[in-house]
Each structure stands twice: as structure tokens, then as C-alpha cells.
């Protein structure tokens, strides 16, 4: 062996030791960082100034809702991403953050308020129930679908995902520090996109995609062990927690909308579930129901809308007024009727009020 060849071996030893406690160095640097700043809340509510900048919601939702505070929730799927978190505020005398899950199946939106619940006492749900929501498989759907399991779970061990990642520290913080610092982002907006959108007539039959069959309507309690599953899960929050009130609310989807759920041999179904299950939910006393599906001059209306379902937040500013003053409000004496008249409304759509549009409709 030479004589020299043991300094080149101690100065190879030297380097990667130092290359290692760098290394380490720098990944722990990282990781204080991500955790400092957190822009999906996961370990701390927002400080340092910062804003609630909340525009991502698979990946920011839970975190909130473990780490913010407040004593009220808007809950709902994407309909319900446009209100403004004041109106509610100032009209209920509550602090509200949004729990929002696309599609707004019922287990879905059932895990969050779980969530919610282990850490805060809810005054209000304000709570927008989609007509599929009833019939939707009532399991959750975040790790099928992609979601970031790792942000919903409460193993610590596995946020090395979110506190070593590219996208995290040279997108998201960034984002966060320049919506807080020189951007003009309001908290109440939390998750809005109705600002960067268009409701238009001609955009709203242009994405109809109506199916050129119609489908045989299926049997009344075709959806029977969904819709029990379902009104199980969120009867059981409602009895578990009575000191919150509950305000579930049906949003009003275009004609479109219901064109196509005739075509595809739902339109009896969904009336039925959504009767049997504000019947149920109308007997606890901590439940009040509002209805907007009837309204017959806003749906007609396609400038309303940007598809079949997706309203212009307008539409969210007067369901929130209507709830604040009390009215378009279900009881046990009216929704029967109600739900009758919304039937024959809905047969008068594709028998007649479609009609003058189906020249501009695609055609799947």
C-alpha cells in the first residue's frame, strides 16, 4: 500500500461525511420551513401574518378543519365553494369555514364533519345537499379517488410526503406568501372559482352532453339500501351533536339538469329520495330544510349557469339571504306538496320548456 494512498482514503471519508451532515442539514432546514409556514394547515392555523389562503381544497380541507378557528361550517360539494364565508357570518352571529368535497357524496361530507367535531363545538352546519349525494355509495371515496392520504390521516410518520415536496415548498409557499403579502386574496372566498368563470346560455348547452337514448325510468326506490345508508350517516351526526343546528339546504341545477336525469331514468328516484329524506331529517329538532329546486324563473334561465348545475355565485348570495330570513323553508305539513309540484314542474321541462333549445344541444 503507498504512503499516500491513506490520506486520499481519510479525505473520501471526510467528504462524504460532510457531504451527509449537509445533506441532513438541509433536509431538516426544509422541513422546518414546510412546517413553519404549513400552507395546508396541517400543524397550525395561520400566523406570522399570513393568510387563510385556501384554494386547494383535497389538500387543504382537513388540515383547516383540525386548525382554524371557528364554530360554524358550510358544507357541501362544488356548489358550495362560491358563497362568502361573511354572509353567513354577519347574518348568523358565527365564525364559518368551508368543509368541501367534490361531489358532495354524504360519506364524504360526513368525514369531514367527523373531523370537525373532534376538535370544535359547531353552532351551525350549513349543509348543501345534492340530489345524487342521496344515492351515492355511502363509503368515503378520498383514498379511491387519489387523495392525499397521508394529510388526512393522524400518522405524523408519513408527512415526510408533505414536508420534503418540491411542489409544496416552491409552489404552494410562494403562493401562500404572495396572496398574503401583495396579493389582494379575501378569506371569505375561500375555494371560490365562480371569478374566473362564464354563465352563459350558449356555454351552458354547448357542454350538455344529453345522451341521445332515454332510459327506462327506474322503480321509485331504485337507490332504497344507498338512501338508508346514507340518511343513517347524517342522522347519526344530528342526533350525536343537538347542540348544533343543522341548516340543509337543496341548490337549484338548471333545466339541463333534469332533462337529463329523465333521460337517464333517474327523475322518480331522486324525487323519491329526496322525499324520504327530508321526511326523516324534518323530525329532529335540530334540523331545518330549504328548497330551492322550485325556483322556476332561475333555472329556466340559462345565463344562470356555466353547465347543467354550476350557478353563478349570485345564486349563492340569495339562497344565503333566503336561509338568514327564514323563507323557502320545508316542513312537515308543506314538502310533500312541494316535492309533488317540483315533479310536474320537472315532466313540464323536457315535455315542453326544453323544447325551443334542443336544436342547440350536443349530442353524446
Known amino acids: ?9 481519510e479525505t473520501a471519508q471526510k467528504f462524504t461525511i460532510c457531504f451527509f451532515k449537509r445533506t ?5 432546514l426544509i422541513g422546518i420551513i414546510v412546517v413553519l409556514i404549513d400552507p395546508f394547515y396541517q400543524y397550525h392555523k395561520p400566523w406570522f401574518g399570513l393568510k387563510a389562503v385556501l384554494t386547494d ?13 371557528y364554530d360554524s361550517l358550510i358544507v357541501g360539494s362544488s356548489v358550495a365553494e362560491n358563497y362568502y364565508n361573511a354572509w353567513f357570518n354577519d347574518g348568523f352571529h358565527c365564525t364559518t369555514i368551508k368543509a368541501i368535497r367534490s361531489y358532495g357524496a354524504t360519506a364524504d361530507l360526513c368525514y369531514l364533519l367527523d373531523a370537525a367535531y373532534k376538535e370544535h363545538q359547531l353552532k351551525y352546519v350549513f349543509y348543501n345537499m345534492d340530489t345524487s349525494s342521496l344515492s351515492a355509495d355511502p363509503v368515503p371515496s378520498y383514498e379511491i379517488t387519489g387523495c392525499p392520504m397521508y394529510l388526512y390521516n393522524d400518522n405524523y410518520l ?9 411542489g409544496v415548498l416552491f409552489e404552494k409557499i410562494p403562493h401562500m406568501a404572495a396572496q398574503s403579502i401583495i396579493g389582494d386574496y379575501d378569506e371569505n372566498n375561500s375555494y371560490n372559482w365562480a371569478q374566473w368563470k362564464q354563465f352563459t346560455e350558449s356555454q351552458t348547452l354547448r357542454l350538455y352532453d344529453r345522451t341521445r337514448e332515454i332510459a327506462p325510468m327506474k322503480e321509485k326506490n331504485f ?16 342526533q350525536e351533536h343537538p347542540e348544533t343546528k343543522y341548516k340543509i339546504f337543496f341548490p337549484p341545477y338548471s333545466m339541463l339538469w333534469w332533462d337529463n336525469i329523465y333521460r337517464t331514468g333517474d327523475l322518480e328516484a331522486y324525487i323519491y329520495n329526496m322525499e324520504q329524506a327530508i321526511g ?4 329532529y329538532e335540530n334540523v331545518e330544510i330549504y328548497y330551492f329546486q322550485n325556483e322556476k324563473e332561475m333555472i329556466t334561465n340559462l345565463n344562470n349557469y356555466m353547465d347543467t348545475l354550476h350557478f353563478t355565485q349570485d ?9 338568514i330570513s327564514g323563507r323557502n323553508q320545508l316542513t312537515l305539513d308543506n314538502y310533500k306538496q312541494t316535492l309533488s309540484e317540483m315533479k310536474k314542474f320537472a315532466y313540464e321541462i323536457v315535455q315542453k320548456l326544453i323544447v325551443p333549445y334542443e336544436d342547440r344541444i350536443g349530442v353524446g
Open 24 to 28: 441532513a442539514l438541509l433536509m431538516l
Open 280 to 283: 326523516q331529517l324534518l323530525t
Open 223 to 238: 337507490y332504497r339500501e344507498n338512501l338508508e345508508a346514507n340518511l343513517q350517516l347524517i342522522s347519526t351526526l344530528v
Open 57 to 69: 381544497k383535497e389538500y387543504q380541507c382537513i388540515g383547516s378543519l383540525r386548525t382554524f378557528d
Open 158 to 166: 408519513d408527512d415526510v410526503e408533505y414536508l420534503f415536496n418540491k
Open 315 to 323: 345564486i349563492n348570495q340569495y339562497m344565503c339571504e333566503q336561509i
Open 1 to 9: 500500500m503507498s504512503q499516500t494512498s491513506i490520506p486520499k482514503k
